[in-house]
């Protein structure tokens, strides 16, 4: 996967992190708005003017802020990786944040696009401001440097050929359908096919050459029966266990034994709530006999059969 990383100035970084006032993007020096399809119609707006002596007189708007260096260097790597994006910072992308995307998804062609995704997730500011939480060896409480990858955007990736990987004291212990928020009969029949190519792509190019012990990494299997790494994370912390639990993983290895857990979602009422409700946490009911909270219930009821059919099959 093509990719190019930018180290990300601190006054950007702190700007990210401002939360004293609404979101105002930057300035774009090469007039790109991450809405272009906008109107802006000066006839509708109705005239604003300030009285002499009143206290708003002195409350002019402040000017945006503007990043001139970062957004040229940006944009030439946006033209060099063929005109789109996909962006992710030190450790996670802003996912959470497709909702306010004009396009619905992570696809970015411009800074602004950047700027407005990772401006609005929860995620970026784990990574700003809490990803040494879970660290033990360290006393920092955030890295001294932060960057910007930009991956080229592959619109060809078929989300139902992406999964997670996790691995425990270097040993594959468990692999789950990364989309859970879609039911693919397709992985049914390909399940055991899957799971084969994905332990030796481990064992040949990732268990030798990866030096932690502990993590886990996202992969995509395209067409033609390739293995494509895509992503390394930390193990538990803020990584996502997908169709598994973090206490189901951190069972002993031994209780795993040879046969290695490969979970999909394997019926439509198997399927998850997700990154694609395309809203904010904070605007879903999910309070006790609320419909989310009974279809969480559901789901979870559902994954619980599943793996006991699995089980007394094998």
């Known amino acids: 996967m093509k990719t190019l990383i930018h180290e990300l100035p601190e006054s950007f970084v702190q700007y990210l992190l401002d939360d004293s006032g609404p979101l105002i993007l930057p300035h774009s020096v090469l007039n790109n708005d991450a809405f272009p399809n906008r109107i802006h119609n000066p006839d509708e707006e109705e005239d604003f003017v300030v009285a002499e002596g009143s206290d708003d007189e002195s409350e002019q708007p402040s000017a945006p802020p503007a990043f001139p260096e970062l957004e040229l260097r940006i944009a030439e790597s946006i033209e060099f990786l063929g005109g789109a994006v996909f962006p992710k910072l030190n450790w996670s992308a802003p996912k959470d944040s497709a909702w306010i995307s004009s396009t619905g998804n992570l696809r970015c062609t411009s800074f602004s696009e950047i700027v407005l995704l990772l401006r609005s997730s929860d995620s970026v500011v784990h990574d700003l401001c809490h990803a040494y939480n879970s660290c033990n060896d360290t006393t920092l409480s955030r890295p001294s440097t932060f960057f910007l990858a930009l991956r080229k955007w592959y619109p060809s990736l078929r989300p139902e050929m992406e999964f997670r990987c996790f691995v425990r004291s270097r040993l594959l212990v468990g692999i789950s359908q990364r989309e859970v928020t879609g039911f693919y009969p397709v992985l049914l029949e390909k399940k055991n096919d899957l799971k084969m190519m994905i332990w030796d792509f481990f064992t040949d190019e990732v268990s030798m050459r990866f030096e932690s012990e502990n993590y886990t990494f996202d992969v995509n299997i395209t067409t033609d029966g ?47 709530p997700g990154l694609k409700t395309a809203v904010p946490y904070e605007y879903l009911d999910t309070s006790p006999g609320s419909g989310w909270d009974q279809f969480l219930r559901n789901a979870d009821e559902e994954l619980q059969q599943q793996i006991m059919s699995s089980e007394a099959g094998a």
């Open 226 to 272: 390739r293995v494509k790494l895509l992503d390394f994370n930390p193990w538990g912390a803020f990584t996502l266990p997908l169709l598994f639990t973090w206490e189901e993983l951190d069972q002993n290895i031994e209780e795993f034994g040879d046969d290695l857990e490969f979970r999909i979602v394997e019926s439509r009422c198997g399927v998850r």
